[in-house]
T-cell receptor, first 114, second 113 residues
Framework: ETGVTQTPRHLVMGMTNKKSLKCEQH?????MYWYKQSAKKPLELMFV???????ENNSVPSRFSPECPNSSHLFLHLHTLQPEDSALYLC?????????????FGSGTRLTVV | QQQVKQSPQSLIVQKGGISIINCAYE??????FPWYQQFPGKGPALLIA?????SEKKEGRFTISFNKSAKQFSLHIMDSQPGDSATYFC????????????FGAGTILRVKS
């Protein structure tokens, strides 16, 4: 384990379902990120949180709703998704966003929308 | 200007050979260039990183070569091993942009034994 834990590892949901992805880190990091990884495409940054405050929403559709209750936990709430939203969703953390620190990634949630 | 272009898309190398993956960027403001390694079923893991004030950084069998004037950087894996088979991502960031990493599209490396 890298220190960033994502649950569930796999998720299959219908287009009318509501589900949530969870990310947890105990590295003492203050910045957390959601990325979308699709086949043969660069990792796409979705959201950035620094000290629990959202600092970036990278034009993500409103059917994705992030929540960061504290610096250790990050959620991604999903509703009325589309099949093209099927992808690997990665959570990452870093010391903060104010310097060039490496990210620590979780193993991701493999999402399939049917 | 925010893009990082990575090549090749896939690479097959014989065991013991040298694997070379290249990346190019446009934004001269980038000042941090990491490489990530991702195994199936895992998230990317930081492998090695370089800043533009040096032209080369070596850690074990992994070397980053950086050419600031050409706006290119590359990863060299010496004595490639089957265990190196993974997807490799280059990335770039700048502190001014809040340390957000911009990733290349990835290179799938397969080392044949």
């Amino acid at each position: 384990e890298t220190g960033v834990t994502q649950t569930p590892r796999h998720l299959v949901m219908g287009m009318t379902n509501k589900k949530s992805l969870k990310c947890e880190q105990h590295l003492g990091h203050n910045a957390m990120y959601w990325y979308k990884q699709s086949a043969k495409k660069p990792l796409e940054l979705m959201f950035v949180y620094n000290f629990k405050e959202q600092t970036e929403n990278n034009s993500v559709p409103s059917r994705f709703s992030p929540e960061c209750p504290n610096s250790s936990h990050l959620f991604l709430h999903l509703h009325t998704l589309q099949p093209e939203d099927s992808a690997l969703y990665l959570c990452a953390s870093s010391q903060d966003t104010g310097g060039a620190y490496g990210y620590t990634f979780g193993s991701g949630t493999r999402l399939t929308v049917v | 200007q925010q893009q990082v272009k990575q090549s090749p898309q896939s690479l097959i190398v014989q065991k013991g050979g040298i694997s070379i993956i290249n990346c190019a960027y446009e934004n001269t403001a980038f000042d941090y260039f990491p490489w990530y390694q991702q195994f199936p079923g895992k998230g990317p893991a930081l492998l090695i990183a370089i800043r533009p004030d040096v032209s080369e950084k070596k850690e074990g069998r992994f070397t980053i070569s950086f050419n600031k004037s050409a706006k290119q950087f590359s990863l060299h894996i010496m004595d490639s091993q089957p265990g190196d088979s993974a997807t490799y991502f280059c990335a770039a960031s700048k502190e001014e942009y809040g340390n957000k990493l911009v990733f290349g599209a990835g290179t799938i490396l397969r080392v044949k034994s």
